[in-house]
């Protein structure tokens, strides 16, 4: 009841307004604390980390590593913060998000708003981590070697994540997606690994890939990311199909998150898992907002999955009810391990 009213409440706000106040609150100790919800079922590893359960926090929502106590304990198996640029940046004027009430999706346009990566640095090394956390990587808008942006927050960084994620696929930087084709993405990803095999302590280094790209697009990156020995793949960042929209704010520019996401974005894991013949770790991102969202990513190919859009419409308590939930999914299939379900219904998605 009592996130009911505060869900109501941030309502009133304009939504960038009520995501600050909503880090705000769970930084004064509002919102569940189940601790991260785990089972023999929903344990899992990937690229060497050890997930309570498979639920992660994408990327979007703590851009700043703000509240990484407070996220911790609402339930999550791993976090993943940023994106973090080397320079702090304003990101687009305001506004530059809108909720799509009717959609149960968001439109975001905001441009890798955040402090800069020293600023985010200290914030994760004054962290003591109870659960595995990620730092998102972007490059400055202005910046004229991006490939160069993304060594840069590895090196600053790196010290104090658990993995890091190189992000060609935000809509919202100009050109930035064009560095997922094959010449430059492999030109960008031979820096970003040079980079993390320089740190002290060698951290999993994954790609986010868009939702808009093409089968040969798809083909090329799964190319690239096999050869380079990549930990792992993110699918999908947020798309720029507008296709059955109903809301009055679905002409925004910008990515769109949410439920409609859901269908395009498993479409493309399933894709890159059979592209990868299922050896590199995938997490599904887009449109998941409960259980049964989830269970769907992880038959299709996903080791792991994320969400940031449904926290909007239910609340921090969704993570444990969706963690709770996948353990009984698969033990009403017969599974006794996550990785048992792990691509078992891809067929349908291709």
Not at 125 to 134: C, D, E, K, L
Not at 147 to 152: E, I, L, Q, T, Y
């Amino acid at each position: 009841m009592i996130e009911a009213l505060g869900l109501r409440a941030l309502r009133a706000f304009d939504p960038e307004t009520a995501h600050g106040l909503a880090l705000k609150a769970l930084n004064t100790g509002l919102g569940p604390k189940p601790g991260p919800v785990t089972s023999q079922r929903l344990k899992c590893t990937i690229a060497g980390m050890e997930f309570a359960n498979p639920v992660g926090l994408a990327a979007g929502f703590d851009k700043n590593a703000t509240a990484l106590a407070a996220l911790s304990k609402v339930g999550f198996g791993f976090l993943e913060v940023g994106a973090a640029t080397p320079l702090p940046q304003p990101g687009n004027p305001k506004p530059r998000l809108f909720r799509l009430t009717e959609d149960r999706a968001a439109i975001n346009r905001f441009g890798f708003n955040n402090d800069g990566a020293d600023v985010i640095a200290d914030r994760l090394m004054a962290h003591n981590p109870t659960i595995p956390v990620g730092l998102n990587l972007g490059a400055n808008k202005t910046s004229t070697d991006r490939s160069g942006d993304f060594a840069r927050v590895i090196a600053t960084c790196g010290p104090y994540v658990d993995f890091a994620t190189v992000n060609v696929s935000s809509p919202n930087t100009e050109k930035l997606r064009d560095l997922q084709g094959k010449a430059a993405l492999t030109a960008l990803l031979t820096g970003a690994l040079e980079a993390r095999d320089a740190l002290p302590k060698r951290i999993p280094l994954f790609l986010k890939i868009a939702p808009d790209l093409s089968a040969a697009e798809l083909e090329d990156i799964a190319e690239v990311a096999t050869s380079l020995k990549l930990d792992g793949i993110i699918t999908t960042n947020t798309t720029l199909d507008r296709t059955g929209l109903q809301s009055p704010h679905a002409g925004e520019a910008g990515g769109l998150s949410g439920a409609p996401l859901f269908e395009r974005s498993t479409r493309v894991l399933a894709q890159m898992s059979k592209l990868t013949d299922g050896q590199m770790p995938l997490i599904g991102v887009g449109g998941v907002h409960d259980a049964d969202t989830a269970y769907a990513k992880i038959c299709a190919g996903a080791t792991a999955v994320q969400l940031y859009t449904a926290l909007v419409y239910a609340g921090p308590s969704l993570i444990a009810d969706i963690a709770r939930g996948l353990d009984a999914r698969m033990r009403a299939d017969g599974h006794t391990t996550l990785e048992q379900a792990v691509g078992s219904r891809r067929g349908n998605w291709l």
